[in-house]
């Protein structure tokens, strides 16, 4: 069974642009979750995404945004980027989405924002 | 409250065993994850304990105290390839959010 996908796996975009970033979960995986990682502050919680709703959401600006579609696919768009915004993003995909379910993560997409 | 906290870095010897300890003040608090992550690559799963105990996979154990809120990962036989980030994420019961802690860098010389 394939593992979880995403793309692209680096991206360079300055500041003030917008990205998109893609993420294909495992095979029959309802749940995508997303999470930022930088050396500072560690793995952090974007949001989740089941059966194509937000179920949960981290403390992240509303220029993060995300949307699943009916495949289980799921985007990830961060508009109006900041130097900040550079960093590691996983996205990881559960069965069922029950926060007991383990959660499979994705390479990552490297962002770096000049 | 949400903090886990991890120690930062912990060094060991091949051969060895090494215990990475993870305490948290949740309520709500549902289960527990213990991740692997070398650097450069994505977290893969450990364990998962829910209830109170030690929880045995090979050279790895995890362990669970809930009234003390308190887990450690337990690593036996150390390998040089055990040198890796290992995280401590809790579930909440009442929805699918899970908190990681920061890590915790394990450096393994021969």
């Known amino acids: 069974k394939a593992g979880v996908t995403q793309t692209p796996r680096y991206l360079i975009k300055t500041r003030g642009q917008q990205v998109t970033l893609s993420c294909s979960p495992i095979s029959g995986h309802r749940s995508v979750s997303w999470y930022q990682q930088t050396p500072g502050q560690g793995l952090q919680f974007l949001f989740e995404?089941?059966?194509?709703?937000?179920?949960n959401k981290g403390n992240f600006p509303g220029r993060f945004s995300g949307r699943q579609f009916s495949n289980s696919r799921s985007e990830m768009n961060v508009s109006t980027l900041e130097l900040g915004d550079s960093a590691l993003y996983l996205c990881?995909?559960?069965?069922?989405?029950?926060?007991?379910?383990?959660?499979?993560f994705g390479p990552g997409t490297r962002l770096t924002v000049l | 409250g949400q903090n886990i906290d991890q120690p930062t870095e912990m060094t060991a010897t091949e051969g060895a065993i090494v215990q990475i300890n993870c305490t948290y003040q949740?309520?709500?608090?549902?289960?527990l994850f213990w991740y692997q992550q070398h650097a450069g690559e994505a977290p893969t799963f450990l364990s998962y304990?829910?209830?109170?105990g030690l929880e045995e996979k090979g050279r790895f154990s995890s362990f669970l105290s809930r009234s003390k809120g308190y887990s450690y990962l337990l690593l036996k036989e150390l390998q040089m390839k055990d040198s890796a980030s290992y995280l401590c994420a809790i579930v909440y019961s009442s929805a699918s959010k899970i908190i990681f802690g920061s890590g915790t860098r394990l450096s393994i010389r021969p």
């Open positions: 949740t309520s709500g608090f549902n289960g």
């Open positions: 995404y089941f059966s194509e709703t937000q179920r």
């Open positions: 304990n829910v209830l109170d």
């Open positions: 990881a995909s559960s069965l069922g989405g029950r926060g007991t379910d383990t959660q499979y």
